[in-house]
């Protein structure tokens, strides 16, 4: 991994938008990391409805062309998303690293199809620092799984 990497951060937006603040800094913390292909995940003027920036279907095929082209996927699944399960089925299909962090909330229980899959990396966190730190060790881990020189 480099500083080129190519990041597709994954967040509710139709799911719910509470969490809008903190998908935003968690953004600018992978982008010590590399390039965040989906910065508008944390943009705080992206509601859960109202006006649409483009049609459903140019969203749908924009959003896959950069998941096809990013190497790792980094998702928030605190609130449950359709969008945000589909992109991490897709990323798991194209066999990329996955990173999924999640906040313990209140009657709110992580899918089976997310806690049970060890493919996923789902790490809890209760606070930003804490979020980071989980983000800081994965992209660790993706470092030391690299081949080193021969
Ligand atoms: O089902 P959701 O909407 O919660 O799915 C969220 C996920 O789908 C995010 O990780 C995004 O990558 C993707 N996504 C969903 N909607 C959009 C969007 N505009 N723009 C870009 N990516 C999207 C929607 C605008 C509209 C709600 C006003």
Redesign the pocket.
């Known amino acids: 991994m480099t500083e080129t990497t190519k990041i597709?951060?994954?967040?509710?937006?139709?799911?719910?938008r509470e969490d809008k603040a903190l998908c935003g800094a968690l953004i600018r913390h992978l982008q010590e990391y590399g390039d965040v292909l989906?910065e508008?995940?944390g943009d705080a003027g992206?509601?859960?409805?109202?006006?649409?920036?483009?049609p459903?279907a140019e969203?749908?095929s924009?959003?896959l062309h950069?998941?096809c082209t990013a190497d790792v996927l980094v998702?928030e699944v605190s609130?449950p998303?359709?969008?945000?399960?589909?992109?991490i089925a897709q990323a798991e299909s194209r066999r990329m690293p996955i990173l999924c962090l999640y906040r313990e909330l209140p009657g709110r229980h992580i899918s089976a199809m997310l806690a049970g899959n060890p493919k996923l990396i789902l790490r809890k966190y209760c606070n930003l620092d804490d979020a980071r730190t989980q983000v800081d060790e994965f992209f660790s881990s993706l470092r030391g799984s690299e081949p080193g020189p021969s």
Do not use: K, Q
């Not at 509601?47 to 920036?53: H, I, T």
């Not at 998303?81 to 992109?87: D, I, K, N």
């Open positions: 597709y951060f994954a967040g509710a937006i139709r799911g719910g989906t508008h995940v992206l509601a859960a409805a109202g006006e649409r920036d483009a459903d969203i749908f924009r959003d950069w998941l998702a609130t998303s359709h969008g945000v399960g589909y992109e």
